[in-house]
């Protein structure tokens, strides 16, 4: 279905170029002589890249159905990560590069949704907090706050990320997956 430039709003998913992008902002511009034109804010959905484009008054854009789906992470397998539609089930196997550096957060029966066009997966959504438990870290020294205040550990899917002095192996901890930075510690 082919949009004029006055429904293109933030949140509605288009095709540029044969890619499909999320319009996350746009201006509405009306020049006192010329057209009117759209000045749009887009993230691409397979890359995550995002990019500013103009369209004109005139132009026709084609709207991309994207259809969101309940996904359920099971293992990963070579290249490819393997996940359980949850509505029907079935088996959905989706690249490294489309899961991209999610990976470091993906721990076994962790629920992700995931974006779909035409049948193919273009990304996967993480939830925004996650929690996870130390496996490695080097101890903390008491009353040591003269640093930052952090240190490196290790959690349960290999990702290194900053915690604070007093987090220890075997802790569980919140993580902030935008990010990748420590949120609170969880009894």
Not at 78 to 97: K, L, P, R
Not at 120 to 149: C, R, V, Y
């Amino acid at each position: 279905m082919a949009l004029s430039i006055n429904e293109i709003k933030a949140g509605v998913t288009i095709l540029v170029d044969e890619d499909v992008y999320v319009v996350i902002d746009t201006e509405h511009v009306k020049p006192g002589k010329g057209s009117a034109f759209v000045r749009a804010k887009m993230r691409n959905l397979r890359n995550s890249n995002v990019q500013e484009k103009t369209f004109r008054g005139d132009e026709k854009i084609d709207q991309a159905f994207v259809e969101e789906r309940k996904l359920q992470y099971l293992y990963k397998s070579g290249s490819m990560y393997h996940f359980m539609d949850q509505d029907n089930f079935d088996e959905v196997a989706i690249s490294e590069e489309s899961v991209g550096e999610k990976k470091k957060f993906l721990k076994d029966n962790l629920d992700v949704s995931g974006n779909f066009y035409k049948n193919e997966t273009l990304n996967i959504n993480l939830p925004f907090f996650i929690e996870f438990t130390i496996t490695h870290t080097e101890p903390g020294i008491k009353g040591d706050t003269a640093k930052s205040g952090t240190k490196p550990a290790e959690i349960e899917t290999g990702a290194t990320i900053q915690v604070p002095l007093f987090i220890d192996v075997g802790d569980k901890i919140k993580v902030d997956t935008r990010t990748g930075s420590y949120v609170e510690r969880v009894s």
